[in-house]
């Protein structure tokens, strides 16, 4: 290379830069679906099912967790912008096929190239930001990485709400999602640079141990990253419920598309925002303290969902879980990379985020079945019982 590799944020910060607005594309993609989906189910296929609605999340949330294991597998060996591009030409037919689909399996498709370009880009953007930054400023990395991506999901979630109530369900609010992926792919094609080199500095001086089976270590044996794992598989589980069970709830409640997109929007937006404070309370506090208390106030929020089902009250909850959300979220992915060396980095993650997106699955699944056999407020509540148990296992198995 004709000039030397520099770690640090200051040092990457145009590239740092560039890979934001990516990832706010990237986000965008899943928001484009936030709000309306459910609603879609029912009034263009007449699903009622709660389980057949949640599938879209199911079929979504497998395919992505697949696909973030391969992407961290395969980093090393094809590049971290090449799986990035190929993440971006699998989104590019998803809004024509929603705007078109003639049956609800063609709905099913469309999330299964979703999951497989979420995958892609957003794993992809996650370990170039870690490469980029070094050690020192990890946490303040993945807290504006996520705050990118979780502030485009609740705008585009907003948005699509806004469009669907003037204009209908289908086809306008899909046309965002045609100038996301077009943009995001030409700027991951032009503007982006891969950070293979930064690995390579970075672990001249790197002495952690090596971990003997990158899998098993991160899923079971490790404690930390372990501990780490479960926490974030529980977290996504949370939130396959909430994306799939919270807009058919307020349905239910006799709220408009509106009040609905705005109520639904508030829990992602404030855990977008809420990342670009929690990212840096990451190199700064102890991490395990900090996904504790995200993981017992997720849980404790969801618990009040049923109990609190005025409008504002129903924003404060969403509030609530959308800054206990932000608390783990960058820490999640700033742990681990702190208990793994360079050249394992990107695999570990990938491990982590396979059992992360899983959560989607398991929880679109577990609440659809609740939901339909006692009753969305049954789904709720045991969800929420499930992620306080999620945080008391931090407390008691992860070292400090």
């Keep these: 290379m004709s000039k030397s590799v520099e770690l640090g944020l200051k040092e990457n910060w145009l590239q740092f830069t560039i890979l934001v607005i990516v990832n706010a594309f990237v986000g965008g993609m899943v928001g484009l679906e936030r709000t309306i989906i459910p609603e879609f189910a029912e009034l263009e296929f007449g699903i009622a099912s709660k389980t057949a609605i949640l599938s879209f999340i199911v079929a979504f949330g497998i395919t992505k967790a697949i696909t973030n294991y391969f992407t961290g597998k395969l980093a ?171 807009p058919i709830l307020l349905i239910t409640l006799s709220f408009d598309t509106k009040s609905i997109g705005i109520i639904v929007t508030s829990y992602p937006a404030v855990w977008g925002i809420g990342q670009l404070f929690t990212g840096k309370m990451a190199d700064i506090y102890p991490k395990k303290t900090l996904l504790f208390w995200g993981m017992l106030l997720q849980g404790l929020a969801i618990i009040l969902i049923p109990y609190f089902t005025e409008y504002y009250q129903l924003i404060s909850i969403g509030v609530i879980l959308g800054f206990g959300t932000a608390l783990v979220y960058p820490t999640f992915l700033s742990a681990i990379a702190d208990a793994t060396t360079p050249n394992q980095r990107a695999e570990s993650i990938g491990v982590f985020r396979l059992w992360r997106d899983l959560g989607y699955a398991i929880g679109a699944i577990l609440s659809g079945l609740i939901a339909d056999f006692f009753g969305i407020e049954y789904a709720i509540i045991s969800i929420g019982v499930l992620t306080i148990i999620s945080s008391l296992i931090i407390k008691i198995r992860m070292p400090k």
Aim: proline fraction near 2%; aromatic fraction near 12%.
């Design 76 to 246: 090393n060996t094809y590049g971290r912008k090449n799986l990035l591009v190929i993440g971006w030409i699998f989104a590019l037919p998803i809004p024509f096929i929603l705007m078109n689909a003639t049956s609800w399996n063609w709905v099913l498709f469309a999330n299964v190239l979703l999951g497989i370009n979420q995958g892609l880009t957003w794993s992809s953007t996650v370990v170039m930001k870690i490469d980029l930054v070094g050690e020192k400023d990890r946490g303040l990395a993945m807290g504006i990485n996520e705050f990118a991506g979780y502030l485009a999901v609740g705008f585009v979630a907003f948005l699509t709400g806004i469009v669907a109530s003037k204009y209908g369900i289908t086809p306008y609010p899909f046309y965002i999602g045609i100038g996301l992926s077009f943009i995001g792919l030409l700027l991951s094609v032009f503007f982006v640079k891969d950070t293979r080199h930064h690995v390579n500095k970075e672990q001249k001086t790197e002495n952690k141990n090596t971990l003997n089976n990158v899998f098993i270590e991160t899923s079971f044996k490790n404690k930390t990253l372990s501990s780490i794992t479960q926490a974030g598989m529980v977290n996504n589980l949370n939130d396959g419920m909430i994306w799939g069970l919270l």
